[in-house]
Every structure is written in structure tokens, then in C-alpha cells.
């Protein structure tokens, strides 16, 4: 339900032209859109959401990136391009699961929720100040992944 949103937020955080701060999808803006309001992360049926390939690839890579990168973060030894790196990595995978990721329209608008979350994250990191707490975001929405979908892969 947040393709439009997600793909409108991809386009601003790639082009860099407006200042964007990117939250989970607003209630207000749905009803204004005549989109029903957003979903709450949840089981599916008290089970793990299924993945496709594409998903799994996705984000193991930034599970990846972000279990490279956290040693250095964590003794305050990134460098802002390191950041930028690092969001511009984590950034082609979204694109990649954006792209070519075919789940169900329930297992979507939950793997919406989490991406979301991530591209906050990146968003964050790309800011000139407090980047660590974009990585902290990713990291949380990377477990939430692991918590609400199989398999992680990881």
C-alpha cells in the first residue's frame, strides 16, 4: 500500500533535493489519499512472512554491510564517507528489493513497514550530524526483518 510512497521517497533521497525526513506512513496522509491506513507490523498468522529470492538477497547484503561496518561505528572510527558509503550500499539493495521483489500484497505492506524503517536509517546517515543513529535504525529494522519474516538467511 506504500509503493507509491516508498518509490516517492527512493526518488528524493536519491536526488538529494529536498530535506527529507522520512517516518512510517502517516494516517492523516492515507486518509487524505483515500488509502487505507498503514498496518502495523505483524505475523502472518502467527507465522514468519515468506521471501522470495530477490528479498533474501537484498537484505542479507545489508545485513552484510551493517555487520562489516558496526566494529568501526561502535569505537567512533567511521568517517562521514565512510557513511555516505555505506548508505549509498545499503541504498542499491533497497532498490534492488524494490525492484525485483514479488511477494504477496499482505507480506508487501509488512516488508513496506521495515523498509521504511531502513531507508530512515540511511536518510539518517547521510545527514552531517548523528549518522550513528541511522546505523542504529538499520540495525533495529534488520532484526525486526529477522523477527517477522523467513527465512532471514542470516
Known amino acids: 500500500m506504500c509503493a507509491l510512497?516508498?518509490?516517492?521517497?527512493?526518488?528524493a533521497l536519491r536526488s538529494?533535493?529536498?530535506?527529507?525526513?522520512?517516518?512510517?506512513?502517516?494516517?492523516?496522509?492515507?486518509?487524505?489519499?483515500?488509502?487505507?491506513?498503514?498496518?502495523?507490523?505483524?505475523?502472518?498468522?502467527?507465522?514468519?512472512?515468506?521471501?522470495d529470492h530477490?528479498?533474501?538477497?537484498?537484505?542479507?547484503?545489508?545485513?552484510?554491510?551493517?555487520?562489516?561496518?558496526?566494529?568501526?561505528i561502535h569505537k567512533k572510527a567511521f568517517t562521514p564517507a565512510q557513511y555516505e558509503a555505506l548508505a549509498e550500499r545499503i541504498q542499491r539493495q533497497i532498490d534492488y528489493v524494490v525492484g525485483n521483489c514479488k511477494l504477496p500484497e499482505d507480506a508487501d505492506q509488512q516488508l513496506h513497514l521495515v523498509l521504511e524503517w531502513i531507508i530512515d536509517g540511511v536518510a539518517v546517515m547521510k545527514a552531517k550530524t548523528n549518522r550513528e543513529h541511522g546505523a542504529v535504525k538499520i540495525v533495529e529494522a534488520l532484526g525486526k526483518y529477522r523477527e517477522y519474516f523467513e527465512p532471514a538467511g542470516w
Not at 533474501?56 to 561496518?69: D, K, L, N, P, V
Open 16 to 51: 538529494n533535493t529536498a530535506n527529507l525526513k522520512i517516518s512510517r506512513c502517516n494516517v492523516r496522509e492515507f486518509a487524505h489519499s483515500g488509502m487505507p491506513a498503514p498496518v502495523q507490523l505483524q505475523l502472518d498468522h502467527g507465522k514468519k512472512w515468506q521471501t
Open 5 to 11: 510512497w516508498l518509490k516517492t521517497s527512493l526518488r
Open 54 to 72: 530477490a528479498l533474501r538477497q537484498g537484505m542479507s547484503e545489508i545485513h552484510t554491510a551493517m555487520e562489516q561496518s558496526l566494529p568501526p
